[in-house]
């Protein structure tokens, strides 16, 4: 069964490489980047009006202008909060003392006094790096987004929890939400509820419920039944035991649930900027546009400690619960007298914040961001300046040798010979349910007229994984045999995993110029934390025996790795491999920015240029539908390896 | 343990609450501080992301403060439809420098946005060579030699072609009409960002390897490469009387950079409606702010820098 399916993989390949040679430049679909299709023409007039009808339209004067204004001023209650002067004010209604002052209480009070100081210190680095001001504000937009989030994510995973109905209406849902890539969403939202505040929260909402939806539901459907049967026998209404058994049981998993909320709104903080969110996005995205390197950095090293305070502080709340030995007497007296005693403190902080203007206003003259920048700046100036040369030498060599060869077989070939071979891959990998599947998604990318710029996005998203997945895989395989160096690499991949990915665009623009492989190295490096984290899980997980009683056997490393490490990982490296396609895509797509080209380009100018609105819009769903088509297929190969 | 997280949290929100309450009680600096003074109001301005528009849109903000005691706010966002509908929405007044051409329409039409006049500075777009290209093929700056040269500009990226590197996104680009119109061997690469642009042409004249790309007038680059203006690539005029026919268009026209403003700007009649109504400078206002921008002063200061160096012209703004 297995020989034959690779011989049909093998076959299909070699069948459509025939064919897309024979019929090279054939009914390709190309237009160009300025031509609208009839339906795109169409799709761009209706954007068009709708923007004229906001002001006229009863939709838009009951439901989505009350939402925006509502969410627009909460937000902006927080905001002035902590973060923007309030009304009639020149500074915040809590100064930065203020505000160090109480988050230190709050996370020294649910959790130790080490991650207090640890969140004290990361503030403190946030403003000593001239973003005390957009990382208020970037806090205030998690803050909300995340609050908001909570209030529809939670009630919604209860119920997804308790009725199964339920979940499988919301589940497809919750998938789509998370291959979408963040750039497409935005263009829909910002044309509904403008750019601002409620665009942005909104988008993040989108980002960050699933992730409480789907927590909350599995906290609640993975509970210890006996207590509930107990409850239930003892005639509890379904609520009474909702409310004092199943909830308070599946509290902490709960809060496990918020703490990933606040890391999925978080990494938004910088896409936001795109659909106007104040905060740390700003300064990231003009430093891309002005390629100020150092800049970049700064406002990127803000907005990482900012998500490691933000996960530290949750996932402290939620863990401090592990510990079975109860604290003793004297234990509890210090930790009562220590909490009162920095409560006070936080009070006085925010009385000073409020009266001192220099615990108000972060003193400009404490900084370190000159020298941040500067270090930044030369560090790329030196490799730019001697590194290019193996740079530019490596992309072209990528370029030449898989690049252009992958990107002339599906963009040049004709268009029913891709689709058909997409279809087969799906049918031997996947089965006739998702080859059907893949079989209407492709066609409707056919229908929208963007089949080619489909296939410039198709080709670098397959290079990127391939690469991403060769790298991944190696350093997947080395951290899950060694626990030495998955510590080393550990804290590189956190951090790799919260650093915006504009952030390197900058540098990755320098070393590779404005080409589609800017976009694929950009793409590569957002990868691989996850698939290394994925296939390094998946190696630990193989049972030991097995490990054993191959090295008893007296194999090698290099046949334990690969005749019995890796078989037995395959599943996990196929849904690694479906992460990193989606993650490759949605980082591709950004590339529009630095000259990738591609559906995300149009996507982007689809922004700006009113004539080309409708094609971005559609571009935006091509680019969902491409994901589509990946996670399906992936998905259904990991099903059926298991 | 159950019990004293709830009761954690209790404290902490006590605190907090507390804290608030304490503030709200409290006498804050601002009372003495005192807020924004004078007959003017608050008002936000769109920042773009070139370099020019910085310096014209400092400039302003800095004139407005000091001289009027306005409240400005400055957010940065992307030009075109996106500013527009902030401006329909009220988050955004004024647009210091559009080169769209009109692409405002359907908001001026609907009176949600409002023309402000010409701010002074034309806009030239255009294609232009590596500076370098010039003394070696002096030739190469007539377009229908171009061809001739296209095996030059080739990169890994443009096909077989040569690659042409347009300009970002938003901007005014017509580059595939060029190439089509003029029948030139040559594939247009979307750079995306002016900043790939500069990297692009400051590299070029470096390592001296071929180049074309977009460029226009006023833009910082100029200061770098005082040679770039020499190596501008001359298409045949095109006929722009007739929109129709402008779609086998052969090159970019020059353009006065018009202001927009938003209707409650327009309506308020504040002094700052004036001040941005009567804002006029030249290329050579802007490329010096722009220019000190770019050597490493901040905006504020570039900007207050020129103001305090032209206070007539200012005067004029302010109807002094």
């Given amino acids: 069964m297995k020989v034959r399916k690779s011989y049909l993989l093998l076959a299909s390949v070699t069948v459509w490489i025939l064919l897309g040679r024979l019929l090279h430049g054939k009914n390709t679909l190309q237009i160009d980047t300025y031509e609208n299709t009839s339906f795109t023409s169409f799709v761009g007039q209706k954007a068009l009006d709708l923007r004229g009808n906001r002001t006229e339209s009863p939709a838009f004067i009951y439901f989505f202008n009350p939402i925006r204004g509502a969410i627009d001023g909460f937000v902006q209650v927080i905001r002035n909060l902590i973060a923007v002067p309030a009304p009639n004010s020149v500074i915040p209604v809590i100064g930065w003392l203020g505000v160090v002052g109480l988050i230190a209480f709050a996370v020294y009070a649910t959790s130790q006094w080490r991650t207090a100081l640890l969140s004290v210190s990361l503030l403190l680095a946030c403003g000593a790096l001239g973003m005390w001001q957009f990382t208020m504000d970037s806090i205030a937009m998690t803050l909300a987004a995340v609050l908001l989030s909570l209030a529809v994510g939670i009630p919604l995973g209860i119920w997804a929890g308790l009725s199964d109905r339920v979940l499988k209406i919301v589940t497809p849902f919750l998938d789509l939400a998370q291959i979408l890539p963040t750039l497409v969403y935005m263009a829909p939202i910002a044309l509904v509820f403008m750019i601002g505040a409620a665009s942005a929260t909104i988008a993040t909402m989108i980002y960050s419920i699933p992730i409480a939806i789907r927590i909350t539901s599995h906290a609640i459907r993975n509970l210890n039944q006996s207590p509930i049967e107990a409850a239930e026998s003892m005639g509890s209404t379904q609520k009474q035991t909702l409310t004092k058994v199943q909830i308070p049981m599946a509290k902490q998993m709960i809060v496990l649930g918020i703490n990933q909320t606040v890391m999925a709104a978080v990494s938004f903080v910088v896409v936001a900027a795109l659909i106007g969110a104040p905060g740390l996005g700003k300064p990231v995205i003009e430093a891309l546009i002005i390629r100020n390197v150092g800049q970049g950095f700064v406002a990127g090293f803000a907005v990482v400690f900012l998500a490691i305070l933000l996960d530290r502080s949750t996932s402290a709340a939620a863990k401090r619960q592990d510990s079975f030995i109860p604290p003793t007497e004297k234990q509890i007296k210090i930790k009562r007298i220590t909490l009162i005693v920095s409560a006070v403190l936080a009070v006085i902080s925010v009385f000073l914040s409020r009266t001192m203007l220099w615990a108000a206003v972060w003193p400009k003259e404490v900084t370190i961001a000159p020298q941040v920048a500067k270090v930044t700046n030369n560090a790329t100036g030196w490799i730019l300046e001697n590194l290019t040369i193996f740079t530019v030498g490596f992309k072209d060599l990528i370029s030449y040798s898989i690049l252009n060869p992958l990107e002339s077989q599906l963009s040049a070939s004709p268009w029913y010979v891709t689709v058909a071979m997409i279809v087969a891959l799906a049918l031997i990998i996947g089965g006739v349910r998702t080859a059907i599947l893949a079989f209407v998604l492709a066609m409707a990318i056919v229908v929208s007229g963007l089949w080619y710029e489909a296939m410039l996005t198709l080709t670098q998203t397959i290079v990127g994984c391939l690469l991403t997945m060769i790298v991944g895989i190696a350093l997947g395989i080395w951290t899950g045999r060694n626990d030495r160096a998955e510590r080393v690499l550990r804290p590189f991949l956190d951090a790799g995993q919260t650093l915006p990915a504009f952030v390197y665009l900058v540098p990755m623009l320098g070393l590779f110029g404005p080409t589609r492989f800017t976009a694929i190295a950009t793409g590569i490096v957002y990868a691989i934390p996850v698939v290394v984290k994925i296939v390094c899980e998946g190696i630990r997980a193989v049972p030991h025996s097995l490990v054993e009683a191959a090295t008893a056997a007296g194999s090698t490393t290099r046949q334990i790795i690969t005749k019995v490490q890796l078989p037995a990982a395959k599943k996990t490296i196929l849904l690694a491999t479906n992460q990193g396609l989606i993650y490759v895509l949605a980082v591709v797509v950004i590339g529009g920015f630095v000259g990738a080209g591609g559906l995300g380009y149009l996507v982007i100018v689809g922004n700006s240029k009113p004539e080309l609105q409708g094609k971005g819009l559609i571009a935006g769903a091509a680019i969902l539908l491409l994901g589509v088509i990946f996670d399906r297929i992936m998905q259904a190969g990991a099903r059926r390896s298991s | ?320």
């Fill in chain 2, 1 to 320: 343990m159950k019990s004293l997280f709830g009761r954690r949290s209790a404290i902490v929100t006590v605190v907090i609450a507390a804290a608030l309450i304490l503030s709200g009680c409290s006498k804050s600096v601002n009372d003495s501080a005192g807020g924004a003074s004078g007959d003017c109001g608050s008002w936000a301005i769109a920042m773009h992301a070139w370099g020019g528009y910085t310096a014209s849109a400092q400039v302003v903000a800095e004139v407005a403060k000091q001289e009027l005691g306005c409240t400005i706010t400055q957010t940065t966002l992307d030009e075109g439809p996106t500013t527009y509908d902030a401006m329909e929405a009220g988050t955004i007044d004024v647009v210091i420098e559009d080169w769209g051409g009109g692409r405002w329409k359907d908001w001026t039409d609907r009176g949600a946005v409002v023309e402000a006049g010409e701010n002074g500075n034309i806009g030239i777009i255009g294609m232009y060579v590596a500076p370098w290209m010039v003394e070696k093929y002096p030739d190469i700056t007539d377009s229908k030699n171009l061809n001739k040269y296209a095996a030059l500009f080739k990169t890994a990226d443009s096909g077989g072609k040569g690659a042409w590197f347009e300009g970002p996104a938003g901007y005014t680009t017509i580059g595939e009409k060029m190439v089509a119109a003029n029948k030139l061997n040559f594939k247009v690469i979307f750079s995306g960002s002016e900043a790939a642009l500069v990297d692009g042409f400051l590299n070029a004249e470096k390592n001296k390897t071929p180049f074309i790309g977009y460029a226009w007038q006023p833009w910082t680059l100029h200061s770098k490469l005082p040679t770039l203006e020499a190596a501008r690539v001359n298409f045949p005029a095109n006929d722009w009387s007739d929109p129709a026919k402008a779609s086998g268009l052969t090159d970019y026209p020059s353009t006065p950079l018009i202001k927009l403003i938003s209707k409650k700007l327009n309506d308020a009649n504040d002094p700052f409606t004036s001040l941005v109504k009567n804002f006029k400078w030249t290329n050579a206002d802007q490329n010096g702010v722009a220019a000190d921008l770019e050597g490493g002063m901040t905006a504020e200061e570039a900007a207050k820098k020129w103001i305090a160096a032209n206070t007539a012209t200012v005067n004029s703004w302010l109807g002094k």
